[in-house]
T-cell receptor, first 111, second 117 residues
Framework: RKEVEQDPGPFNVPEGATVAFNCTYSNSASQSFFWYRQDCRKEPKLLMSVYSSGNEDGRFTAQLNRASQYISLLIRDSKLSDSATYLCVVLDSGGYQKVTFGTGTKLQVIP | DAGVIQSPRHEVTEMGQEVTLRCKPISGHDYLFWYRQTMMRGLELLIYFNNNVPIDDSGMPEDRFSAKMPNASFSTLKIQPSEPRDSAVYFC???????????????FGSGTQLSVL
């Protein structure tokens, strides 16, 4: 089983739609979780951290379910500019950090 | 701050040649990571350093790959000899760990697109 798994998509959604991605992780001791966004031919950039209580940043909501070992990203009112690949990131700690990326979920928002 | 700087931006070489990729992390960051990204495998961690010391190189595919960090402001990833299957985008990233339990943000360089013919 991969350490971090994501549905590769692509998710093709119309503008204004709500879309959700899930990501599962295998290490129950993982401590920190993030969503990164990567545009085509660009480097990944941090979108948002994922907190245990869930957190929201504008149209984006991230949630963590430790019992089932998954995190989710919800995008409301999708914009064309949201088209990108969304990478789930899991951080293990214990003296030194190890950061593991999922393979990403591709989102295409259609006019 | 200029961010993480990688060079070259693109590298085209022939099989068997030595390839050296370079990275300058953000000043003050104490972690440096080398990643490889392909369509098939996504982003793979190759190696990471803490305070210039290699911590985990288990992701380095084989002995043809080596990485060094001679000082806090410079790291290299070397492939010798290169093979066509090494073709990928290689990213360097750095971060500042405020403590040993959290690492809030990875800053990536623009990557090196490597093509081995």
């Amino acid at each position: 089983r991969k350490e971090v798994e994501q549905d590769p998509g692509p998710f093709n959604v119309p503008e204004g739609a709500t879309v959700a991605f899930n990501c599962t992780y295998s290490n129950s001791a993982s401590q920190s979780f993030f969503w990164y966004r990567q545009d085509c031919r660009k480097e990944p950039k941090l979108l948002m951290s994922v907190y245990s209580s869930g957190n929201e940043d504008g149209r984006f909501t991230a949630q963590l379910n430790r019992a089932s070992q998954y995190i989710s990203l919800l995008i409301r009112d999708s914009k064309l500019s949201d088209s990108a690949t969304y990478l789930c990131v899991v951080l293990d700690s214990g003296g030194y950090q190890k950061v593991t990326f999922g393979t990403g979920t591709k989102l295409q928002v259609i006019p | 701050d200029a961010g993480v700087i990688q060079s070259p931006r693109h590298e085209v070489t022939e099989m068997g040649q030595e390839v050296t990729l370079r990275c300058k992390p953000i000043s003050g960051h104490d972690y440096l990571f080398w990643y490889r990204q392909t369509m098939m495998r996504g982003l793979e961690l190759l190696i990471y350093f803490n305070n210039n010391v290699p911590i985990d190189d288990s992701g380095m595919p084989e002995d043809r790959f080596s990485a060094k960090m001679p000082n806090a402001s410079f790291s290299t990833l070397k492939i010798q000899p290169s093979e066509p299957r090494d073709s990928a985008v290689y990213f360097c990233a750095s971060s500042l760990a405020r403590d040993t339990a959290t690492n809030e943000k990875l800053f990536f360089g623009s990557g090196t697109q490597l093509s081995v013919l």
